[in-house]
């Protein structure tokens, strides 16, 4: 796997099917926060990774001019959405591309003012991105029970990882979970981790999904719980033309 440079700064992946539809931005070289990144992205005729085309574009990255980028700390427009029904605690992963039925690409500067003031985001149950997120992730398959544990082994036995097979992990990177595996296996990482915390009754909580970066060894990282102070470097997708 690999990327090819169609006319600099964007980019298309070799050997990744599932996201070579795509063309990928450069990135930003500086972290930004949501709504930055999202202009950042809307001013390249783009819209914001989401964090399963983010650990791909990282993938087939390797070894080319854009990798050193591609291994910084990566905002996505992927949510997740933490609810506790019943006493059982879930949560949902959804990173549509349309702009209005994404909840992070729709409300970025409501989700920052509300974690720049209180820390967290939560909304009514009744809300209507977050009823409509749950119902994307039940029909797709990411909603999950909130895991026990936060890091799995990466090594794999006929292309199959424990960290590859996890729901939370596969709900969050899709299709890239098993390639991330191998990638950190391959980089010499021992695990890889999914951070999150756990949601409170009566109350949906929503949080940015990042990508961990090359430094304090963190490549690993996939966050879905991240402080006040989140930002990251933004790269833009878009849907490449058939010819």
Known sequence: MTIENIRKPLYKTIGQPTLECLTFTGSSKED????????????????LQAAHEGIGFRIAAAGTE????ANQLQITRTA??????NGKKYLAFDDDRDAKRNILLARAQAYDNAIQTRGYWRLPMKDKHIKDILARAEKSGRIVECPTRDNWPV?????VSVYGTQPIVKAALCDQAEPNA????????????????????????VWV???????DRALGYVSANEPTDFVGRARGVRERLKR
């Open 209 to 215: 999904v990042d990508l961990g970066s090359v430094g």
């Open 32 to 47: 930004l926060t949501l709504p930055q990144a999202i202009k950042y992205c809307v001013h390249r005729n783009s819209i």
């Open 80 to 85: 997740c959405v933490g609810v506790a029904i």
């Open 155 to 159: 090594a794999q036995h006929d292309g």
């Open 182 to 205: 191998a990638f950190l296996a391959q980089k010499g990482f021992k695990a890889g981790y999914m951070f999150t915390d756990d949601p409170i009754e009566g109350k949906a909580e």
């Open 66 to 69: 854009e990798e050193e980028e």
